[in-house]
């Protein structure tokens, strides 16, 4: 079994930075992909960041320069620091992974429970 923790959430300014964490653990083989997704009420779960296994990175638009996604292979952890927050940064943060849990096993997304991340003066 493959358990994501997430933590970090909570209230901050606009424009100010909040670090979030997550941290992967359980029957975990091999990890390619990690990654940060967001959702808002009415809306689609949206990809915010994601780190390959060789450090190729993607963003959103909208977080683009603002935000950096990173990750620890041997803690099993990926972090993703917010920065220059903005209300539209309002959301539910979920962390999700690409994992084996055996070299024989198919790749399988993982998805935390979530963590609330709320912008707001």
């Known amino acids: 079994q493959v358990q994501l923790v997430e933590s970090g959430g909570g209230l901050v300014q606009p424009g100010g930075s909040l670090r979030l964490s997550c941290a992967a653990s359980g029957s975990i083989f091999s990890i390619s992909a990690m990654g940060w997704y967001r959702q808002t009420p009415g809306n689609q779960r949206e990809l915010v960041a994601r780190?390959?296994?060789?450090?190729?990175?993607n963003f959103a638009d909208s977080v683009k320069g603002r935000f950096t996604i990173s990750r620890d292979n041997a803690k099993n952890t990926v972090d993703l620091q917010m920065n220059s927050l903005k209300p539209e940064d309002t959301a539910i943060y979920y962390c999700?992974?690409?994992?084996?849990?055996?070299?024989?096993?198919?790749?399988?997304?993982?998805w935390g429970q979530g963590t609330q991340v709320a912008v707001s003066s």
């Open positions: 999700n992974i690409v994992a084996k849990t055996s070299p024989s096993a198919r790749w399988r997304d993982y």
């Open positions: 780190i390959g296994s060789g450090d190729s990175t």
